[in-house]
C-alpha cells in the first residue's frame, strides 16, 4: 500500500517549502519510488518546487500525472457542481499515479488568490480522502512567541476536528531568539510532536538572479556564480563615499544610478578587501560607468555582478522590497541550507516512524546518498581538505557545512582560500583554515615525520620541508588526532595522496595490505567494485585480504555483502595460473570468514545476471546476486568500473582506501561537487566505525 503524507498550511507565506523538501529527502532515504501529487496549481507558469524536487531527486514521474486541477478550474468546479465534485476528480486523479509509487508526497494548497472557500476544511476532506498523514505548517514570521503557541494549537484543533490523522506539527519562520521559548510552550499541549523551525533571513533574500529577473535588469558584468548570491539588505547610493562605505552591510545589494563612478568603485573596493562582501551593484536610470570605470570595476572584484535597469531609483526601491528569495532548482545553496535548516530541528528518525515509511529492502544510488550524510551528522567526525582553494573543494565544502555533515580544516593560505570562497559567493562560516606554511603545528609535525621516517635517513630540516606539502600536513593532522579523516585528489595524483599515508598512518592490525573500492551507483542497486586503483597484481593471499575488507566496507555502508571472486572462467570450467589464483584466494576467505557468502572464480555475466547464472552456477547463492565484486587485478578492476561509470551512466564514489590505521580518501582529479560530498561523508562514516583498529601507532 502506498504511504502518503499531505503537507499543508493554514495561511499563505508560512515558508512550507522547506518542509515539503525536508520531507521528500526523508521519504527518498528510505525508498525508491516516490511520487509527488499536487491537488492544485497555478496555471501562471511552471511549478517551482516541482521542478526542484524532479531535478534534485531524478523524478522521473510524467508531469502531467504531478497536478490534479488548477485553481480557475476548480474554483468553477466548486462553484457550479460542488466541494463533492471538485473533492470526487481529485481524489480520482491522485489514485491514477499513486499505484505506481511505495510513498506520495503531497503539496497542499497555498493560499495565494486561490478563489476557494474554507481551504483548510478542503486540504483536510483531501488528506482524508487520500488517506494520507498530514504534517501541517504554521508560520510565525512577525509574530509573538505567544501567538504562534495559540495559532500551532488552534491548527492542530482545527485538522483534528475534521478528522485528520496529524502526524506532526511543524511552526516555521520563527524568530530565532523565540525558538527555544515557543517549542517549551507547545510540547505539553499538543499529543503530536511539534517541530520549531527559526527564520533563516538567507532562505527569504532573494538572489541576484531573482532580482535580475524581476526587474529585467540587463547583466553589465559578473559571472554565473555571482548571480547567485543572496541579496540580504539593499543599501542605496546617494551620499558622499565615506558615509557610503560605513552604511555597507555584509551581502547587500547596492542600488545607485549609473553615473556614480566613485560609489561603484568604492563598493567594489570593499568587496574585495571583504570589508564587506557585497552580493552585486544595481545601477538606475539605464546610465552605465565610462569604458576605463567598467574595466577597473571588472579587475577589482571579478564575477561581482553589477545589474542596470532604466527605471528610476525609487520606483525601483518599491519592487526590490516586494521580493522574497524562492526555492527553485536554480538556488542549489538554498537548498542545502533549507536541508540543513530542517534536518537541524526536525527529528526525522521520529517523523519517519510516525508516517509509518518502512525502509525498502533494496539500496538505490539516491538511498545510498542519503544514508552517508544522514551517518556522517549522526556522530560528526573532523574532516581535513588539502586542496582548501580548489573551487570544486570550496562548493562541497558550502554544501557540508550547510547541511552540518562533519567539521571541516581547509588547508592553504587563508587569504587565498577567502579570496576564492569571496569570488565563489561561498560562506566558510564554520570551517577551520590552517596555512601549512605558517602554521605553529609544522615544527612538531617536522619532529614527528623525522621520527617516523628516520630509517631513510629523514632529518627534522629536511621534514620541515616534506611537512609543508598539504597532503603530508593534513596527513599527520589525521595521525595526531587533529583531524578524524582526509580526503584530497581533486588536484593531486592519487599516487601523491596515499603515499603519506603509507608512509605516515601505516596499515591497520590484521590488514595485508592497502587497497580500495568503489560504490558503483547503478540505476537500481549500489555493488561494490575493488581493487580498482591501488594493487596492480595482487597474490592470492593479498587477493583474499581485498575480498575480506571490501566486505567489511560493503557492510559498514548498508550494502548486504555477498563476494563474487571474478576471473575469465566460471566454476572449474577453466585453468591457468590467473584461474588458480582467484580459486585460492577464495578458498582462503572462506577459511578466513566463513560466515561470509563468496562464489569464485566467477565471470562477471555470471556475477550479477540472474539468468547466466541459473545456467553456469544454479546451485550458488552468490551467482546472479553478487554485491561485492573482486578484480584479479588494477589493469581488469580499473577498465571495468570506468567502462561501466561511462556506458551505464552508473555513479563511481571512491575510491575509498581500506586497511589504513585512519581513513585517508583519494578523489578523481575530474570529480564533481558531489562526488566530493560523498566522499567526504564516507570518510566520517569510516572515521566513527573504525573507532577500534583507527587509532594512532604507538611511539616506538
Known sequence: MTRTVYVTGIDRGDGRQVVDLGVMELLTRHVDRVGVFRPLMHEDGPDRLYELLRARYRLSQPADTV?????????????????????????????????????MLVLGTDYADTNLPAELALNARLANELGASVLGVVGGQGQ?????????????AAFESLGCDVVAMVANRIAPADRQEVSAGLAPRLPVPCYVLPEDASLSAPTVQQVAHAL????????PAGLARDARDFVFGGAMLPTFLSALTEGCLVVTPGDRADLIIGALAAHAAGTPPIAGILLTLGQRPAADVMTLASRLAPGTPVLSVPGLSFPTAGQLFALEGKLNASSPRKVETALGLFERHVDTAELTDRVSVARSSRVTPMMFEHSLVERSRASRRRIVLPEGSEERVLRAADVLLRRDVCDLVLLGGEDAVRRRALELNIELDGAQLVDPQNSPLRERFAEEYARLRAHRGMTEELAYDVVADPNYFGTLMVREGLADGMVSGAMHSTAATIRPAFEVIRTAEGAEIVSSVFFMCLADRVLVYGDCAVNPDPNAEQLADIAVRSAETATTFGVEPRIAMLSYSTGTSGSGAEVDK??????????????????????????????VARTKLPDSEVAGRATVLIFPDLNTGNNTYKAVQRSAGA???????QGLRKPVNDLSRGALVQDIVNTVAITAVQAQDGSSTHQKEPRQ
Open 67 to 103: 497536478y490534479g486541477l488548477g485553481y480557475h478550474e476548480a474554483a468553477s468546479v466548486q462553484a457550479e457542481r460542488g466541494t463533492e465534485e471538485l473533492v470526487s476528480r481529485l481524489v480520482d486523479r491522485f489514485h491514477r499515479v499513486a499505484p505506481e509509487y511505495e510513498a
Open 144 to 156: 509573538t512567541a505567544e501567538s504562534v503557541r495559540a495559532e500551532v494549537h488552534n491548527a492542530y
Open 216 to 223: 529585467g535588469a540587463e547583466v553589465v558584468l559578473g559571472h
Open 582 to 611: 582467484v580459486r585460492r584466494a577464495t578458498e582462503l576467505v572462506r577459511e578466513r570468514c566463513p560466515e561470509l557468502l563468496v562464489e569464485g572464480p566467477i565471470q562477471y555475466d555470471a556475477a550479477v545476471d540472474a539468468a
Open 651 to 657: 555513479v563511481a564514489v571512491g575510491p575509498v582506501l
